[in-house]
């Protein structure tokens, strides 16, 4: 008798699917569960009131949810667009050396290997207003007198983590450029020269296209990490001063443990979760047309 | 001859104000880390004094010291989350590694209804941050007692890193020419040898970036283990650092030098991987 068996790849997916079903998709539905309870941590017996889509219709109201969010997007749209142009620069820059250039490359990903609590406290202590390294350099070069408050200051310190973000991670940009640069064939360059194009031209027309699908899944990968900005956030100002810097996540996990209101919580991360997914989606189908270009142009 | 002059010149300069911009660039990358570092070296008085102190004084390895001498010493017990940090990371990369690999195989060789729908779902999984994790999974935890254990938290990361690890091995597997395997399976190999004996080898350095980009993402995790883990039975590094916050003071001296600690491991790990890792990413980009 010959034993049913299961298709190879069923199989070897196997291991990947039930991990994943244990840790992520059994956890998502208990909190999904939870999101129409009015469950609060002190109080265990409210996870068996069904109060239905209560704690939804609260959060389409909520003015902080959505002050969060905007200032998540504006986080995004900010340092995406920064890490963008400085990663393309950097990685420009670092393809002229022929020379030392895996030392470069290796100072390049430097940044890559820190742990994203490490930048928060990192910056945390170079912006601190007393000891830190900006506000020392500022008043040894007598640019200021006085302690520039940046991480007291609603503003600054949106600033302040702005720059934390580039600078982890603009080297993530560089690095798919740069790959891509290196991997570009020579002959349509020296095509476009010999046409009489300009530098800007070739750039545009030419380097521009086909570096776009690398671009791309620097940007999807980012998009995702930066909507769900927490460590660098929760560190440097915890969503202070007094709520100016806070995004989505600090505020969701400020209502789920500081307030202890769970059940608001999970129902806020399930809307933070649905619209970052959409984000992928749309980066994603960007990314498939971007390789189908690139596929009929080369 | 004047215009020739002109030109050579302005060539000349262009190409220095690029140098110059790359140094820059580098200066500022590396900066913040050679701050952290300075700082680990520097007694407190020096680091808080006013005017700041620019050229240091003295510098001397007692924050070290006073780290690694134990509680009573004014220092946190850093060889017991080392060792959780190590045991948890290493651990949890060899099971993703394993699952990654059969996973990766999956996509990169056979084909088979909803491919496209099943790695996409694969790849949403990571949109779901740790902190969203880090509720319900204490709940689930509590219940069968996996919390401030080492198993839950290797589970825990083995979870987080199996999606990139399918991606990451699927694109090394793919630069791997189909014909090899199957001019093995012609001489007599089964699939299974086929495997271990020429595709595995082959693709074997990605395989090892896959395992070190497992490593970072668990040495470096803190949203999850810092609700997961309660005591030093199983706290991991990223978690001991805040032992250095109080109420309003930070100990900053302390926590440049544990930072040290938890950066040197992953300095030299990427060191190590840089070259494939890269290749791996872009491999998926453009001939997916």
Redesign the interface.
């Known amino acids: 008798m010959k034993a049913w068996r299961l298709?190879?790849?069923?199989l070897?997916?196997l291991?990947?699917v039930i991990?994943?079903a244990?840790?992520?998709?059994?956890?998502?539905l208990?909190?999904l569960y939870?999101s129409f309870t009015p469950f609060r941590l002190t109080r265990p017996e409210t996870i068996y009131d069904w109060v239905g889509f209560r704690n939804y219709e609260r959060i389409f109201t909520d003015a902080d949810f959505w002050i969060a969010f905007g200032r998540t997007v504006l986080l995004l749209t900010v340092a995406l667009n920064l890490e963008m142009i400085l990663g393309l620069?950097?990685a420009m820059?670092?393809e002229?050396?022929t020379r030392g250039q895996?030392i470069?490359?290796?100072?390049?990903?430097?940044?890559?290997?820190?742990?994203?609590?490490?930048v928060g406290?990192?910056?945390?202590?170079?912006f601190n207003d007393?000891?830190g390294?900006v506000n020392?350099a500022l008043?040894?070069l007598g640019l200021t007198d006085q302690a520039i408050p940046w991480l007291i200051d609603g503003t600054l310190a949106f600033i302040a983590i702005c720059v934390a973000e580039v600078?982890s991670s603009t080297?993530v940009f560089a690095?798919?450029i740069?790959?891509?640069l290196m991997?570009m064939p020579r002959d349509p360059l020296e095509a476009a020269r010999v046409d009489g194009c300009t530098p800007w031209q070739t750039f545009r027309y030419v380097t521009w296209p086909f570096l776009m699908?690398?671009a791309?899944?620097a940007m999807t990968i980012r998009s995702?990490d930066v909507?769900?900005a927490?460590?660098i956030i929760k560190i440097m100002t915890d969503g202070g001063p007094a709520g100016r810097t806070e995004v989505l996540?600090t505020l969701?996990?400020r209502t789920?443990y500081s307030d202890a209101r769970?059940g608001m919580?999970?129902a806020m991360?399930y809307v933070?979760?649905l619209l970052?997914?959409a984000f992928?989606a749309y980066f994603?189908s960007q990314?498939?047309k971007a390789?189908a270009q690139?596929a009929a142009d080369w | 001859m004047d215009e020739n002059a002109t030109a050579r010149l302005k060539k000349t300069a262009s190409n220095w104000t690029l140098n110059v911009a790359l140094f820059v660039a580098m200066a500022i990358i590396c900066l913040p880390g050679l701050w952290i570092v300075l700082n680990s070296l520097r007694p407190t008085v020096e680091i808080m004094a006013k005017p700041p102190i620019w050229i240091p004084q003295s510098l001397s390895f007692d924050a070290y010291v006073a780290m690694f001498s134990g509680i009573g010493e004014g220092g946190i017990p850093v060889i017991s989350y080392f060792r959780n940090s190590v045991i948890i990371a290493v651990t949890s990369t060899i099971i993703s590694l394993a699952i990654g690999m059969s996973g990766g195989y999956a996509f990169a060789r056979y084909r088979f209804k909803g491919k496209g729908g099943w790695f996409l779902g694969l790849m949403l999984t990571r949109a779901v941050p740790g902190i969203a994790l880090s509720l319900p999974l204490f709940f689930l935890y509590a219940r069968v007692g996996l919390i401030d254990t080492h198993a839950g938290m290797i589970l825990a990361y083995t979870a987080l890193n199996v999606p990139f690890t399918i991606w990451l091995i699927d694109g090394f597997f793919r630069q791997v020419p189909r014909d090899l395997a199957e001019a093995a399976q012609i001489d007599g190999c089964t699939r299974w040898q086929a495997f271990w004996q020429v595709e595995f080898p082959l693709a074997r350095p990605g395989i090892a970036s896959a395992g070190i980009f497992a490593f970072l993402t668990s040495w470096n995790e803190f949203a999850l283990a810092s609700q997961l883990t309660r005591s030093t039975d199983s706290k991991t590094l990223p978690v001991g650092l805040l032992d250095y916050t109080a109420e309003f003071t930070i100990d900053w001296r302390g926590m440049c030098a544990l930072a040290v600690v938890m950066i040197i491991p992953a300095l030299i790990l990427t060191y190590a991987v840089q070259k494939h890792l890269v290749s791996g990413l872009t491999t998926g980009a453009i001939k997916g």
């Open positions: 298709p190879p790849p069923v070897l997916l291991p990947a991990v994943l244990a840790i992520v998709l059994l956890p998502l208990l909190s939870s620069g950097l820059l670092v002229r050396f895996r470069l490359r290796t100072i390049l990903m430097f940044p890559m290997m820190f742990s994203p609590i490490l406290f990192q910056f945390k202590f170079m007393n000891v390294l020392n008043q040894s600078w080297s690095i798919f740069l790959a891509g991997a699908p690398f791309f899944i995702l909507a769900r927490y460590d996540w969701i996990a789920a769970m919580a999970n991360a933070a979760i970052s997914i992928t994603f990314l498939g390789r690139v």
